[in-house]
């Protein structure tokens, strides 16, 4: 059973940066994508970006240029930093892996709340 | 970037009935790349549907993906109480992927 476990600080203040590990355990999967999803409060979900089995990453251009995914394949850890974040950037956030091996499969993290407040 | 809209914003029925949610792209969805999701308060969402039409593995079968282009709908035939909950859109066919606002489904 392929279980996502996220972890990282919740509380920021305006100019710092964000930082979140998703660690994925208890299974093996080839072809996958990782995505990083936010939800601000009261507004809809917002795709971050992703990154694939061999590294290949794909960013929301309005992220872009504060935005890196990272992958150890080693650890099966995938990591989030967003830069420079402003109270905009208050979300709970979300990493879910999809890959596909005859059926195709969606695994969330349980979802982390950051909130930025001077 | 493709805006998606969802409709109804709310759609209210009672256990055992059909329900049938709408998503409209701004524009044509690449391989009509559409997913949905369904949401429960406080929890992560679960995925659906991928590809407009295909269920993700375990899935029960009264959930059912349709449509291409810029209109695609999800349909849950003979709701179950655990199916009342917010239903989100995605669209993963252009380079920014992007979500619908959800429609939210609830017992009447």
């Known amino acids: 059973q392929v279980q996502l476990q996220q972890w990282g600080a919740g509380l920021l203040k305006p100019s710092e940066t964000l930082s979140l590990t998703c660690d994925v355990y208890?299974?093996?999967?080839?072809?996958?994508?990782l995505h990083w999803i936010r939800q601000p409060p009261g507004k809809r979900l917002e795709w971050i970006g992703e990154?694939?089995?061999?590294?290949?990453?794909k960013y929301n251009p309005s992220l872009k240029t504060r935005v890196t995914i990272s992958a150890d394949t080693s650890k099966n850890q995938f990591s989030l930093r967003l830069r420079s974040v402003t109270a905009a950037d208050t979300a709970v956030y979300y990493c879910?892996?999809?890959?596909?091996?005859?059926?195709?499969?969606?695994?969330w993290g349980q979802g982390a709340l950051v909130t930025v407040s001077s | 970037e493709i805006v998606l809209t969802q409709s109804p914003g709310t759609l209210s029925l009672s256990p055992g009935e059909g329900a049938t949610l709408s998503c409209r792209a701004s524009?044509?969805?690449?391989?009509?790349?559409v997913a949905w999701f369904q949401q429960k308060p406080g929890q992560p969402p679960r995925l659906l549907i991928h590809?407009?039409?295909s269920r993700a593995t375990g899935i029960p079968d009264r959930f059912r993906g349709s449509g291409s282009g810029t209109d695609f709908t999800l349909t849950i035939s003979r709701l179950e109480p655990e199916d009342f909950a917010v239903y989100h859109c995605?669209?993963?066919?252009?380079?920014?992927?992007?979500f619908g606002q959800g429609t939210k489904l609830e017992i009447k």
């Open positions: 879910f892996l999809f890959y596909c091996d005859g059926g195709c499969h969606g695994h």
């Open positions: 208890g299974g093996s999967f080839s072809n996958y994508y």
């Open positions: 990154i694939h089995q061999f590294g290949d990453t």
């Open positions: 524009q044509s969805v690449g391989r009509n790349y």
């Open positions: 590809g407009a039409s």
């Open positions: 995605q669209q993963y066919g252009d380079s920014h992927f992007t």
